[in-house]
């Protein structure tokens, strides 16, 4: 499909990329790995053909549509949310204008067998199947099934675009995007401005897609689920593996594994033959064998092993002072501006030694709670205290505004810095891979990456008892995100941490509150258990919708009902009350209906409290099943079939959603 030749990209002196090959099919889902700086999103821009190689070339064909998302980019106004990602059909409209004119060029020719003739039939063919594809739904349907796929709920879709934050806009620019269907697809992290719900959907979408995919992403399970190769960037080369992310993170190991060793015997053979032509050279008996050696040397390909970037974050967090037991509580907690409440009637407590996550759609509360803890926002009622002796150190998501522009890396922290601190300060900025001449940069001039990295080194000039991190590892490499992890695991403190990164947040952390529909709720367990948990909810959901409709309650006033039995008791409870309605409407008009007409409704009643029966069954071998592969996918072995299981809980999904809508149709009827 397109091809990478010979690419070199050099600023002045330094060689970024290093005369770079390799090629994409139409069926490669690519995942470009590597550390910040590599040159990943420079070879994503080379081959959208917004930058120019300094050698080398990109071969694509001039046909070749190419979707490109990048990491920062123009939002536009003026639109309502729908309006704007409807711009992403104005393509097919001009296709079909060309259609009609390459018809009517067509319909007036008679060279049938002249090149020229069976270009446009192929023009045509080609059209009218990007028409077609486009056309598979009404283009508005499309447009709101993506918006509210990436999280956008449906009361939102005619707000202006101006109204929403950089991230939200992103997602608008990401859905007009996958609405072109282009056969190429270019997402420079995607995922940094998603929740963990939009993640997941953005990953069914993608794994269903046919276009062929260039990801760059940090994010570890996201690259599983959706790459089938990988491509690593590294010290101005490339490394071609076949295989999604985990796999290759293994074949890479052992590739050095094996190098290393036929290098380290490579050189054992050499300094003997070496110790041999020294001890023999001047005997002219061994001449011949001497010489035989010294050509055999000369001819020998010499094994090397291939270079390695062992530069890494060091990071460890100085020891947290004692604070009291209750680092935090709220109590009946609402916050929001002046304009909008975005929580209310919040119960939240933190105690000593804690890991805890805010999850939840952007936009939900999380960040607001974090300013309210620092102290940047008085909340609108409700308590809300820190607890005795709660020293806190709040890394900001927006580092970019937090950050002074016109400060260089070394001058932010010796602002801050008091004491014996200050004459570590070049210590600490090593350990977050300042060296040398990068300790001069301006603050204007770094990357997303390293303005992360600054903001959490700045964290390490006090002792805090309490870490309250927004967003830290967004634009973090995947080796950083593992020792920053690493580090807040042995960190002895209290932890609050805002992250979308799921397999960041595993392991890490030992209890969660989910921001929904202004509520906050508490969650004990992993972030996996949330998942696992939340899943099964939606189910209810819709079981609680149902309820309400029929007793005329709102959503609030319905039990939770947990999976598994309880679920089963309330829709045989339902069943039983669309029985008794049915009697009564029956023993009403008994004597006006005939013997034949009673005996075939209670026909039909058998047939559909049996299909009701047969779904309930369904639905709950298909949740069994579906949480047996879950926890199979979140600790795979060697020989399981990862794509299979992916496949079938795909599959198993579907089929727990039809069984689930047929269920709620024949309770209502």
């Known amino acids: ?80 949310v729908l309006e704007e990602a409807m711009t992403a059909f104005e393509s097919t409209a001009a296709m079909e204008q060309e259609l009609e004119a390459v018809s009517a060029s067509l319909a007036q020719r008679t060279d049938y067998d002249s090149d020229e003739y069976l270009a446009l039939i192929e023009r045509i063919n080609h059209l009218t199947d990007s028409i077609q594809v486009s056309h598979s739904e009404p283009p508005e349907i499309q447009a709101r099934k993506t918006l509210l796929g990436l999280g956008f709920l449906d009361s939102e879709l005619d707000r202006r675009t101006e109204t929403f934050s950089q991230g939200w806009n992103m997602r608008i620019e990401l859905a007009k995007i996958l609405l072109r269907k282009p056969e190429v697809l270019l997402l420079d992290e995607p995922t940094n401005h998603l929740d963990i719900e939009s993640i997941e959907w953005l990953e069914d979408y993608l794994k269903s897609n046919k276009s062929s995919l260039l990801l760059v992403s940090h994010d570890r399970k996201f690259l599983d689920a959706v790459t089938n190769r990988t491509v690593e960037v590294m010290l101005g080369h490339i490394y071609d593996y076949k295989v999604p992310y985990s796999k290759y993170l293994e074949l890479r190991k052992e590739r050095i594994q094996q190098q290393t060793a036929a290098y380290e ?129 709040y890394f900001a998501q927006n580092q ?68 309250a991190l927004d967003e830290p590892t967004n634009h973090m490499d995947i080796k950083s995100k593992d020792i920053l992890k690493q580090a807040l695991k042995a960190y002895d403190g209290t932890l609050l941490i805002v992250s979308h990164d799921r397999d960041f947040l595993d392991g890490l952390v030992d209890k969660v509150y989910e921001f929904r529909n202004a509520r906050v709720k508490e969650h004990l367990g992993s972030v996996s258990d949330f998942l696992a948990r939340r899943k099964i909810e939606n189910l209810q959901e819709l079981e609680r919708k149902f309820d309400s409709r029929r007793n005329g309650s709102s959503d609030e006033a319905c039990p939770a009902v947990s999976n598994g039995k309880k679920g089963i008791d309330l829709r045989q409870q339902i ?30 009643e058998r047939k559909v409290k049996n299909r009701i029966a047969y779904l309930e069954s369904e639905i709950e071998k298909a949740e069994k099943r579906q949480k047996e592969i879950e926890a199979v996918l979140s600790a795979p072995k060697d020989t399981d079939d990862i794509m299979e299981l992916t496949r079938e809980y795909l599959e198993c999904k579907r089929s727990l959603d039809a069984f689930t809508e047929e269920w709620i149709t024949l309770c209502e009827n």
Not at 2 to 14: H, K, P, Q, R
Not at 295 to 301: F, M, T, V, Y
Not at 587 to 604: F, G, H, I, L
């Open 1 to 80: 499909m397109l091809s990478i030749e010979d690419i070199t990209v050099a600023y002045g002196g330094f060689v970024l990329l290093d005369k770079i090959n390799f090629h994409v099919s139409d069926d490669d889902r690519i995942g470009l790995v590597g550390k910040n700086g590599a040159g990943k999103s420079t070879i994503l821009k080379m081959i959208a053909g917004l930058q120019n190689p300094t050698s080398g070339r990109v071969d694509r064909p001039r046909e070749l549509s190419i979707g490109y998302l990048p990491q920062i980019m123009e939002h536009h106004r003026g639109r309502s």
């Open 265 to 393: 015997n490579q050189q054992r053979m050499i300094q003997k033959t070496e110790a041999f032509i020294q001890a023999f050279r001047y005997k002219p008996t061994k001449s011949n064998q001497v010489q035989s050696r010294v050509k055999a040397l000369e001819k020998l390909e010499r094994i090397q092993v291939d270079e390695s970037d062992n530069q890494s974050l060091l990071v460890k967090f100085p020891p947290a002072p004692r604070s009291g037991d209750v680092v935090y509580k709220a109590q009946d907690l609402t916050v929001g501006y002046p304009q909008k409440v975005v929580f209310r009637d919040a119960c939240i407590e933190l105690r000593r030694g804690e890991k805890v996550a805010l999850v939840g759609r952007n936009g939900e509360g999380k960040t607001t709670l974090m300013r309210v803890i620092a102290g940047e926002l008085e909340p609108m009622a409700g308590e809300s205290r820190l607890g005795h002796n709660v020293k806190i150190g």
């Open 400 to 467: 970019e505004d937090i950050l002074d522009k016109s400060e260089t890396v070394f001058s932010t922290l010796d602002r801050i810095a008091v004491g014996d601190i200050r004459t570590r300060l070049r210590d600490i900025l090593a350990q977050f891979l300042f060296r040398g001449e990068d300790i001069d940069k301006r603050v204007g001039v770094l990357s997303g990456g390293e303005r992360a990295r600054l903001g959490m080194a700045k964290l390490m000039l006090q002792n805090y008892n309490l870490l």
């Open 575 to 604: 069943v039983v009350d669309e029985s008794a309605v049915l009697t009564a409407e029956q023993s009403k008009q008994t004597q006006k209906q005939s013997w034949a007409e009673q005996k075939e409704q209670r026909k039909q």
